[in-house]
T-cell receptor, first 118, second 114 residues
Framework: AQTVTQSQPEMSVQEAETVTLSCTYDTSESDYYLFWYKQPPSRQMILVIRQEAYKQQNATENRFSVNFQKAAKSFSLKISDSQLGDAAMYFCAYRSAFFGYTGNQFYFGTGTSLTVIP | KAGVTQTPRYLIKTRGQQVTLSCSPISGHRSVSWYQQTPGQGLQFLFEYFSETQRNKGNFPGRFSGRQFSNSRSEMNVSTLELGDSALYLC?????????????FGPGTRLLVL
C-alpha cells in the first residue's frame, strides 16, 4: 500500500513570509496524483492544489505552489506572502491514477499544523 | 450548489452502544468516502461507496459498516463502540471517485465515546 509521510507536525511562519511544508510518499506506481488539502480550525477541509505525476511542471495556485520531485518522491507545498487565514492543518494526499474495479482511495499524511504569527 | 452535509455534528455515546452517522453528498456526486480523523493519525480511510455499492474498504474491523442509498446519501454505522472510536468522522463526495477529481469534504461528525 502507498504511504504518505509528513515529518513536520507543526510549523510556524511570520505573516507575509514564505513557508514550505514537506511531504514524501512511497509508491511503486508511475502514474498518480498528489494533493494538498487545508483544514482550518473547525472548518471544512478544502483542496489547495493538485499535481499530476506525469506533468513535470510544478503546479501553482496564486500564493500556493508545489515542488514536485518525482524521483525523490517528494511533494512540498510553498506558501508565499503568508496570511492569517492560512493558519490551518495541511494534509498531503496521494491517489493512484489506475482505476480498478475497487476504485482508488486517497492516502493521507498525518498533517502539518501551520501557525501564522502576526 | 449545497455542499456536503453531515449529521449529527456532535455525538456522545458510551462504550458498547452503536451509532449511525449520515452524509449527504453534493448533488450529482455518486461517490462517497468515509474517513476517521484522530490526532497524530491523520485521516484513515474507512470505505467508499459508489452507486449503492461498497467499492473499497480500509483496514477497520467489521464493527464499522456503511451503506449508500439510491439518492447517493450514505450512512456509516459503528457497533459496540470502544473508547478508541472517539474521533472526527469525515465524509467526502466526488463525481465518480477517481483520478484527479477533487473530493469535497463535509464538516464532520465529532464522536466522543465515554
Amino acid at each position: 500500500a502507498q504511504t504518505v509521510t509528513q515529518s513536520q507536525p507543526e510549523m510556524s511562519v511570520q505573516e507575509a513570509e514564505t513557508v514550505t511544508l514537506s511531504c514524501t510518499y512511497d509508491t511503486s506506481e508511475s502514474d498518480y496524483y498528489l494533493f494538498w488539502y487545508k483544514q482550518p480550525p473547525s472548518r471544512q477541509m478544502i483542496l489547495v492544489i493538485r499535481q499530476e505525476a506525469y506533468k513535470q511542471q510544478n503546479a501553482t495556485e496564486n500564493r500556493f505552489s508545489v515542488n514536485f520531485q518525482k524521483a525523490a518522491k517528494s511533494f512540498s507545498l510553498k506558501i508565499s506572502d503568508s496570511q492569517l487565514g492560512d493558519a490551518a492543518m495541511y494534509f498531503c494526499a496521494y491517489r493512484s491514477a489506475f482505476f480498478g474495479y475497487t476504485g482508488n482511495q486517497f492516502y493521507f499524511g498525518t498533517g502539518t499544523s501551520l501557525t501564522v504569527i502576526p | 450548489k449545497a455542499g456536503v452535509t453531515q449529521t449529527p455534528r456532535y455525538l456522545i455515546k458510551t462504550r458498547g452502544q452503536q451509532v449511525t452517522l449520515s452524509c449527504s453528498p453534493i448533488s450529482g456526486h455518486r461517490s462517497v468516502s468515509w474517513y476517521q480523523q484522530t490526532p497524530g493519525q491523520g485521516l484513515q480511510f474507512l470505505f467508499e461507496y459508489f452507486s449503492e455499492t461498497q467499492r473499497n474498504k480500509g483496514n477497520f474491523p467489521g464493527r464499522f459498516s456503511g451503506r449508500q442509498f439510491s439518492n447517493s446519501r450514505s450512512e456509516m454505522n459503528v457497533s459496540t463502540l470502544e473508547l478508541g472510536d472517539s474521533a472526527l468522522y469525515l465524509c467526502a463526495s466526488s463525481l465518480s471517485g477517481q483520478g484527479r477529481e477533487t473530493q469535497y469534504f463535509g464538516p464532520g461528525t465529532r464522536l466522543l465515546v465515554l
